[in-house]
């Protein structure tokens, strides 16, 4: 699995990009506040990179 990840910035922007664009098509979809979509996407973001700190390691 380790093999996939890969620390070069442009694709860590894009992959970023990618996945704020599914959250917030997500919560569209679920009806989520409009005016607390963007902290709810800012946490997101921040916690799958939390998440995936260890895996590049």
């Known amino acids: 699995m ?3 990840v890969n620390n070069d ?3 860590k922007e894009s ?3 990618n996945l704020r ?3 917030k098509r997500l919560l569209r ?3 989520y506040l409009p005016e ?3 902290k709810a996407t800012v946490t997101v973001l921040q ?3 939390l998440l995936c700190r260890d895996w590049a390691a």
């Open 2 to 4: 380790t093999s996939n």
């Open 9 to 11: 910035c442009t694709v």
């Open 15 to 17: 992959v970023k990009a």
């Open 21 to 23: 664009r599914l959250v």
């Open 29 to 31: 979809k679920y009806d």
């Open 36 to 38: 607390k979509q963007e």
């Open 47 to 49: 916690q799958a990179e």
